[in-house]
């Protein structure tokens, strides 16, 4: 069955250095999509992206992050300069189309120390 | 703003015992409600779409209903390895997700 997969799994970073998460969606998906979740806290919606450019972009998504998909299958997230506050679970997710179920990877934990 | 509200936060069920998760949201013009399953320190799963009031979707011990303002998540006869976190959503312009807090189940044996 088609996945979602995401690495690394696990990331431990250093204030102020620069990470990137990669992705591979699944293959034949359209709509590409990170989120992040605080521990305890609620999923929250980072960016989408369609077409080979950003769709929307909530607040948390600042001049720190950005997205690429370099090739025809990678999606990845960088933070430029990271934060404490950045600690968290990452998640990145693919759709076919708008507004269909979108499948999830399995995350990446970032912990920056 | 487009909101999802979930309730109740926690909830404990006895194995066997069935019971209900609500789903309620407020948007400017539904495009779909999706129903997650996640577990610990893991991404979530895809369960449910939901397209239209009065629609209905069946899995195993699971079947998601929805209204004008809510969903709910009925669970019949729960067993251990349904305990998990389930999660609401619905989908913005830009196919955004907008999650509810969530609902953690626990079910003893």
């Known amino acids: 069955e088609p996945e979602v997969t995401q690495t690394p799994s696990h990331q431990v970073t250093q204030m102020g250095q620069e990470v990137i998460l990669r992705c591979v969606p699944i293959?034949?998906?359209?709509?590409f999509y990170w989120y992040r979740q605080i521990l305890g806290q609620k999923v929250e919606f980072l960016v989408s992206?369609?077409?080979?450019?950003?769709?929307?972009k909530s607040e948390i998504f600042d001049d720190q992050f950005s997205v690429e998909r370099p090739d025809g299958s990678n999606f990845t997230l960088k933070i430029r300069s990271t934060k404490l506050e950045d600690s968290a679970m990452y998640f990145c997710?693919?759709?076919?189309?708008?507004?269909?179920?979108?499948?999830f990877g399995q995350g990446t934990r970032l912990t920056v120390v | 703003e487009d909101q999802v509200t979930q309730s109740p936060e926690a909830l404990r069920l006895q194995e066997g015992e069935s019971s209900s998760l609500n789903c309620s949201y407020t948007?400017?013009?539904?495009?779909?409600l999706f129903w997650y399953r996640q577990d610990p320190g893991k991404g979530p799963e895809f369960l449910f779409t939901?397209?239209?009031a009065g629609e209905e979707k069946e899995k195993e011990r699971l079947k998601a209903t929805l209204t004008k303002k809510e969903s709910f998540l009925h669970i019949t006869a729960p067993k251990p390895e349904d305990s998990a976190t389930y999660l609401c959503?619905?989908?913005?312009?830009?196919?955004?997700?907008?999650f509810g807090q969530g609902t953690t189940l626990q079910v003893k044996p």
């Open positions: 997710a693919s759709s076919g189309s708008l507004n269909t179920e979108a499948f």
């Open positions: 293959s034949n998906h359209l709509y």
């Open positions: 992206f369609y077409n080979n450019e950003i769709s929307e």
């Open positions: 948007v400017s013009g539904l495009r779909g």
């Open positions: 939901l397209y239209s």
């Open positions: 959503a619905v989908p913005g312009n830009t196919g955004k997700l907008i």
